[in-house]
Structures are given as structure tokens and as C-alpha cells.
């Protein structure tokens, strides 16, 4: 093992805190991961890592080679991968992604074998668990969210707004009918969207002469992730304000039926986030740009516009 490797690993511990968590990631025996960093430590003549049954935490020198790791560590990615693209037919390696489930179904997947057969060396890992996954700790290199941006230790690369349509199901109109002004929403049902279970929910919100109106609904189920939100609506327990682009296949099918299209909730923001580093590896650049032109494409033609490249 080099020396690159040791560092490679000594990272990962930092990263996640913990030797059995990042031998875990990296596929490698505890004990390995355990021996690089001591053989690292020794050829450094400093300790690294405050170790305890309990946790793992960086010393002050290792804080401060953390840092310069990170930034050899892209580099050296960097110059291994700049001659792939014209010598070995693209791009070399994996890129680990994050998105929402109907995102991914309705945008990205169906984009993908594109992709591929430029970069066949390319590895995607696509993630859509309906969570917020910890990008660093994870080793995600880069996610797609929807909504405000709360994480602000993170890069936040704006892609553009996404309508919101306002769904039922056919079963749910069969008993409660289809809603045609706001004023019939007392007698209809909302399924609730909270972050977090025991919040209160802001109800049915809509744009009305350019002002946010939030109204109170009655609706016996709340939630907390997309995909419960969906399959809720679909089960007829209420309607749901959720990103068109995240339902649309199952708005061309039936599945959902859409209600008030002139009292949709303002448009929610999607945007690219990826940890905060100096150099990011060319294949994770390319497919970061791959992404934000599939989602700028999706979104200009849900409205109609021509797409704008977003900026970084």
C-alpha cells in the first residue's frame, strides 16, 4: 500500500469518524484501515487520530493534513483522469449521486444511457432513498434537492424552479368529487407534508393574485418523505402539491388526476449541492454539467421556454 492509498483512507476515517464505517466504504478489512493510518502517522512522526472505544476525532495536526489531503488527493485525481477522454473513450470511474425517486424515474434515468455509451468507463451510483443523506459522511459526490437550500456547509449550484401541480386519484374524486375552486376545499381532504413528524402542516397553499394564501384542510394522514406523499394520493386518502416533474408518468397514465390548475403552490427550487472542495474530479464535473442540462431541458419544456444552461 502507497502512500496515496494510506491517505486515501486516513480521509475516509476523518470523514466518517470511525475506522469500521470506512473500512465498510472502501471494502476493505478494519484492520487495514487501522494499519494504514498508524504506518501513515509513523511516516509523519505526528498522531493523526484521538482514538477511543467510542469515537474517533481529529488531532490539530490531522485537522490540518486533512485539509491538504483533500486537496492532493483531488488533484492527483484530477491529472490521472485528463487524458481519458480522447485515449481511453471518456470518463474513468464512479460518481455517486442523490435524488428523489420520481426525479430519478421521470429525469435522469431515461438520460442515462446517453451518457453511458459516451463514458462506457463511467460507474453512476444512484441513490433515491427518500432521505436526507449526509453527503460527506456518505460519500456522496454530489445531490439533487428540491426546496430550500438548509445545509449551507455545502455548495449550492441553482438549476431552476419546478412547478407544482396540485393531484388526486381517481378514486379519491369518485368519493369526494374534484375540487374546482378553493372555496370547495373545506369539504375535500389534504394529505400532510411535514419535515418533521408532530410539525404543523401549512395546509393547502396556492398563489392567488400573486399572494401566497395557506388554507387550513382537514386530511387524517401526514407524512414526511416524497414517496409516502405519493402513494398516499394514490391510495385516495387526499390531494397533494408536489413537483410536476416528479409525477408526470403517472399523470399521462391516470394514476393521478390534476385539480385547480390556476391555484398552484409557488414553484420549489432545485438545486445541485456537492461538498465544499476545491478541485472536483473531471468526472464528476461532467456529469454535474450532464445534470444540470437534463434538468434545465425537463423544466423548459414543462413551461414551454427555451432552456438556459444554468450558471455555476
Known sequence: MNSLERMHIFTRVAELASFTQAAATLGLPKASTSTAVQQLEAELGTRLLHRTTRR?????DGQAYYE??????ADVDELQSMFQHADRGGLQGRVRIDM?????????????????????GLNVELS???RRVDVVREGFDCVLRSGAVVDQSLVARPLGMARLANCVSPAYVQRYGRPGHLHELDRHRLVHFVNTLGAAS?????????RLVQRPMAGAVTVNNAEAYVSACR?????IQVPRLGVEDLLARGELLEVLPHHQAPPMALTLMYATRRHLPRRVRVVMDWLAAVVAAHLAADTGEAPVRPAD
Open 56 to 60: 474517533v476525532q481529529l488531532t490539530q
Open 68 to 73: 491538504r489531503c483533500k486537496d492532493l488527493l
Open 100 to 120: 428523489s425517486t420520481g426525479m430519478a424515474r421521470n429525469v435522469v434515468v431515461p438520460h442515462l444511457p446517453a451518457l453511458l455509451d459516451q463514458h462506457p
Open 128 to 130: 433515491s432513498t427518500e
Open 202 to 210: 401549512a395546509g393547502f397553499e396556492a398563489l392567488v393574485d400573486g
Open 235 to 239: 391510495a385516495g386518502l387526499g390531494i
